[in-house]
Nanobody
Framework: EVQLVESGGGSVQAGGSLRLSCLAS????????MAWYRQAPGNECELVSA???????YYADSVKGRFTISQDNAKNTVGLQVNRLEPEDTAVYYC?????????????WGQGTQVTVSS
């Protein structure tokens, strides 16, 4: 059974940093593409960053240069280092995954972790 469990959210002041982590089970990263999404109140869910099974990465323009996605195969985790946080980054952050080699459907999701940035 595929499971994704996020952790690492919290409340920080603008300019601060957090490290979000997604603990994965039931698959290996060789077989999966992974992504981080976020959803702020009243907004649609937004793709923030992604890492494919071949380790290529994607970042939304709004987070380029501030966020870094990584994966640790030994620990079965996908991390998102979020730096220079802004109040606009306040949202619930979700880890998502899907089988590699096909169109992304976001088949698996975690429960989310809240990030709150105060000015």
């Amino acid at each position: 059974e595929v499971q994704l469990v996020e952790s690492g959210g919290g409340s920080v002041q603008a300019g601060g940093s957090l490290r979000l982590s997604c603990l994965a089970s039931g698959f290996t990263f060789d077989d999966f593409d992974m992504a981080w999404y976020r959803q702020a109140p009243g907004n649609e869910c937004e793709l923030v960053s992604a890492i494919s099974s071949d380790s290529s990465t994607y970042y939304a323009d709004s987070v380029k240069g501030r966020f870094t996605i990584s994966q640790d195969n030994a620990k079965n985790t996908v991390g998102l280092q979020v730096n220079r946080l802004e109040p606009e980054d306040t949202a619930v952050y979700y880890c998502a995954g899907d089988w590699a080699g096909r169109d992304w459907n976001g088949s698996y999701w975690g429960q989310g972790t809240q990030v709150t940035v105060s000015s």
